[in-house]
């Protein structure tokens, strides 16, 4: 298995709603990231997770609350969110910390977020 | 501070026509450069790395980047351009022992037929 598997992959929420996004992947990889792309833009770090523990939090606002369960899942819980928070929420993957022993990561295909 | 620039937000091509897609960057220290790609409506594809082993790396897809330590650049290129090259191309540095993978601002590539 060289995937990984985000659901869902489409998310229409309110703003008072709460919902999670989940990630995971079975290649054995121990550190995962969180990124947040908007339309025609770069993907931006949002979370890394190395193994099983959080090691990068770049300021992102506490209505995102990420959870790494186990060395294969990692989730994305999301509450009171903002109209501009709707992205396309990727999740990635790499053998271990430092992207740079594996060259590069392996990512997922996004969840498409749109918050009303 | 490391930081990637590509230049030119949108490229257009001919099918059959080289492409070519411009990547620098700036690193206080030797980086791993990557470039990948984003088809419509999906993830990011690794396309191919450079990890300082050849100047010259052959990626999938037929695409190749060499990277230039004098011009600090690492462009892409690919001898014959086809309809399914069409897609955002984003070049990216990680400097250092370090988590973070920084991306430039991409390059949009049209393949016209």
């Known amino acids: 298995d060289t995937e990984v598997t985000q659901t869902p992959k489409h998310l229409v929420m309110g703003m008072t709603n709460k919902k999670s996004l989940k990630c995971e992947q079975h290649?054995?990889?121990?550190?995962m990231y969180w990124y947040k792309q908007k339309a025609k833009k770069p993907p931006e770090l949002m979370f890394v997770?190395?193994?099983?523990?959080?090691?990068i939090n770049e300021s992102v606002p506490s209505r995102f609350s990420p959870e790494c369960p186990n060395s294969s899942l990692l989730n994305l819980h999301l509450h009171a969110l903002q109209p501009e928070d709707s992205a396309l929420y990727l999740c990635?993957?790499?053998?271990?910390?430092?992207?740079?022993?594996?060259?590069?990561?392996?990512f997922g295909s996004g969840t498409r977020l749109t918050v009303v | 501070a490391q930081s990637v620039t590509q230049l030119g937000s949108h490229v257009s091509v001919s099918e059959g026509a080289l492409v070519l897609l411009r990547c620098n960057y700036s690193s206080s220290v030797p980086p791993y450069l990557f470039w990948y790609v984003q088809y419509p409506n999906q993830g990011l594809q690794l396309l191919l790395k450079y990890t300082s082993a050849a100047t010259l790396v052959k990626g999938i897809n037929g695409f190749e980047a060499e990277f230039k330590k004098s011009e600090t650049s690492f462009h892409l290129t690919k001898p014959s351009a086809h309809m399914s090259d069409a897609a955002e191309y984003f070049c990216?540095?990680?400097?250092?022992?370090?988590?973070?993978?920084?991306f430039g601002p991409g390059t949009s590539l049209s393949v016209i037929p």
């Open positions: 290649m054995g990889h121990r550190a």
């Open positions: 990635a993957s790499s053998q271990e910390r430092g992207a740079r022993r594996l060259g590069g990561y392996t």
């Open positions: 990216a540095v990680s400097p250092g022992d370090h988590d973070k993978v920084i």
């Open positions: 997770y190395s193994y099983e523990k959080l090691s």
